[in-house]
C-alpha cells in the first residue's frame, strides 16, 4: 500500500496514469472516428447508430469513464507541466538559441496542443451534443437527426475550416503522445522504430479519419 | 581564426547573471573548446580582467567534469562528444559563440559557467550501487551474462554523469542519468538482490531535487555525450512497476 502511494506520487508514477488515460483517450477518439465515418453511408445510418449509443444506459457508465479519464489526464499534465516549469526556468536575458540537438516540434508543444484539444473538445460538446435538438424518424422510430446538425455546420467556411485546424491539432497531439505513452508504461522506448511507426499510423487514422468528415459535408452534405 | 563570444557572467550564485561580449583574435582551429578558453582567459588575465570560470578535469570525455550550453547545444553542436572534444575547427572564423552553463533549478549556477551538479552525487547515493559484499572476484565462467546483455549494461554505464540530459530538456529532467544509473545495475545478476530499493530510492531523491519529469522528447538522447539510449528511460519506468507491484 506505502509503495503504491509512493509510486502514484512519483513522477515516473504520474507519467504512468497520463500515459495509460491517454491511451485510454487515443481508444475513444479512435472509435469515435470509425463511428462518424457512417455519415458516408448516409443520414439514416449515421442517426441511427447515434440513437443506439445512446438509447443504452451503458452510455452513462462510458461517459463517467470517459471523463474521469479526461479529468485525470488533464489535471495531472497541468500539474505536471508547473513543475517542469519550475524545473527550467527561463530567464528573459537568456537569448534565444537555435540548438541543433533538439527534440521534435510534436514532443515540445504537448501541452499547448492538449489545451487546444480541450478547448476544442468543450465547443464540440456544446455544438453538437448539447447543440439544436432536430428529431426524425427512421423506420417508425422517433429519434435525434445529428446528421442534420452535423450537415449544418459543416456548411459554414468557418467552422469547417476552424475545425479542420482542430485536427491538425489533434493529429499533432497523437503524432507523439500514442507512442510516448509506450515509454510511460516501460514498455517500449518512444524511439523504438515500430513504436514510432505504429504512434505515426495511429495518427495518420485517426487525424486523417476526422479531417475528410468536415471535407465531405461542405461539399456533398447540403440537404 | 576570429571569433566573437557571447558569455554568461556571474559573480556568485546570488548574484544576477548577465552576457557579456568577448573577441578572441588570434584562436587557432586546431584548438579545443576548452583551450580557445583557456586561451581567452590568459589574455583576460593580462589585462588585469577576471577570468572565466568554467568546470573541466580530464579533457578526454571520460570525467563528465565539462559542461556548457554552446549556441543552445549542451556540449556543443556535434553530436557524441563532449565540450572538451569539440574543436574550434567546427566553428568558422568570424563565427559569434554563445556561452552559457547548463540551466536548471537542481543545478544551481556556482560563478559564470560553473553550476553546482552535486544533486546527481546526492541521486547515487540514494541507491546506485551495490552494497553486498562481493568478496574476492569469482571464476570469470561462473556467472553466466549473455552477450547482449553485457553490451546494454556497458552501454548504460558509459554515463558519465555530466548533466548534459538535464541541459537539454525542456523539464531539466534528470531521468535519462538516472535510468542509465539503474540499468547498468538492474540488467546484471550483481544488481538484482537490491534491484527494487535502488531505483525507489533514486527516483525518489530526483524528484525531491526538483528535476522535471519526463515528455518522452528524446531531446536528453540528442545531446547526451555519451549517447545514452531512451529505451534506458523505459525500462527505468518498468524496474519502477516491478518494485511496486511485483517485489
Not at chain 1, 184 to 190: D, E, P
Not at chain 2, 151 to 162: F, H, L, T, Y
Request: aromatic fraction near 10%; proline fraction near 3%.
Amino acid at each position: 500500500m506505502m509503495k503504491c502511494k509512493s509510486f502514484l506520487t512519483s513522477s515516473v508514477g504520474q507519467k504512468f496514469l497520463v500515459a495509460i488515460t491517454g491511451l485510454g483517450l487515443s481508444g475513444f477518439v479512435l472509435a469515435h472516428m470509425l463511428g462518424n465515418l457512417l455519415m458516408f453511408v448516409g443520414a439514416d445510418a449515421y442517426n441511427l447508430y447515434g440513437h443506439k449509443l445512446t438509447s443504452t444506459p451503458l452510455i452513462y457508465v462510458a461517459e463517467v469513464g470517459l471523463i474521469a479519464f479526461f479529468l485525470t489526464h488533464l489535471g495531472l499534465t497541468l500539474k505536471l507541466t508547473r513543475e517542469n516549469r519550475t524545473a527550467r526556468p527561463l530567464t528573459p536575458e537568456q537569448l534565444p538559441s537555435n540548438p541543433v540537438k533538439k527534440a521534435s516540434f510534436a514532443s515540445r508543444s504537448m501541452a499547448l496542443s492538449g489545451l487546444m484539444v480541450f478547448t476544442f473538445v468543450i465547443l464540440h460538446l456544446v455544438t453538437f451534443k448539447f447543440g439544436t435538438y432536430y428529431e426524425t424518424e427512421v423506420d417508425g422510430v422517433k429519434m435525434r437527426d445529428l446528421y442534420r446538425l452535423v450537415a449544418e455546420w459543416f456548411q459554414k467556411e468557418w467552422y469547417a475550416g476552424f475545425y479542420l485546424v482542430c485536427m491538425v491539432i489533434l493529429f499533432t497531439h497523437l503524432s507523439h503522445g500514442f507512442s510516448a505513452a509506450f515509454q510511460s508504461l516501460g514498455l517500449q522506448s518512444v524511439h523504438n522504430r515500430n513504436i514510432k511507426r505504429l504512434g505515426w499510423a495511429f495518427a495518420v487514422i485517426v487525424g486523417g479519419g476526422f479531417f475528410i468528415q468536415p471535407l465531405y459535408m461542405y461539399l456533398w452534405g447540403a440537404p | 581564426m576570429k571569433l566573437h563570444l557571447k558569455i554568461w557572467r556571474q559573480k556568485g550564485p546570488k548574484e544576477t547573471g548577465a552576457f557579456k561580449d568577448y573577441t578572441v583574435d588570434n584562436a587557432s582551429e586546431h584548438m579545443s573548446f576548452l583551450e580557445m578558453l583557456d586561451f581567452l582567459n590568459t589574455s583576460l588575465v593580462q589585462k588585469g580582467e577576471e577570468a572565466v570560470q568554467f568546470d573541466h578535469d580530464c579533457r578526454e570525455g571520460i570525467c563528465g567534469s565539462c559542461s556548457l550550453m554552446i549556441n543552445g547545444n549542451p556540449h556543443g553542436p556535434e553530436t557524441g562528444t563532449a565540450t572538451c572534444q569539440l574543436h574550434m575547427r567546427k566553428f568558422n572564423d568570424g563565427d559569434t559563440i554563445v556561452i552559457e552553463p547548463f540551466r536548471a533549478k537542481a543545478f544551481p549556477i556556482l560563478r559564470d559557467l560553473c553550476v553546482d551538479r552535486t544533486a546527481f552525487d546526492r541521486i547515487m547515493a540514494a541507491g546506485g550501487f551495490c552494497s553486498i559484499n562481493t568478496g574476492n572476484a569469482p571464476e570469470a565462467n561462473s556467472i553466466l551474462i549473455g552477450k547482449e546483455t553485457a553490451e546494454k549494461a556497458m552501454d548504460s554505464a558509459a554515463c558519465i554523469g555530466c548533466g548534459a540530459c538535464v541541459a537539454a530538456c525542456k523539464n531539466a529532467s534528470a531521468m535519462l542519468f538516472v535510468s542509465a544509473k539503474v540499468s547498468q545495475m538492474a540488467l546484471l545478476p550483481q544488481g538484482d538482490p537490491e534491484r527494487g530499493k535502488r531505483v525507489r530510492g533514486m527516483v525518489a531523491q530526483m524528484d525531491q531535487e526538483m528535476f522535471g519529469s519526463c515528455s518522452n522528447t528524446g531531446a536528453c538522447e540528442a545531446a547526451c555525450p555519451k549517447e545514452i539510449k531512451l529505451e534506458n528511460i523505459a525500462r527505468l519506468n518498468r524496474e519502477m512497476l516491478r518494485a511496486t507491484f511485483v517485489e
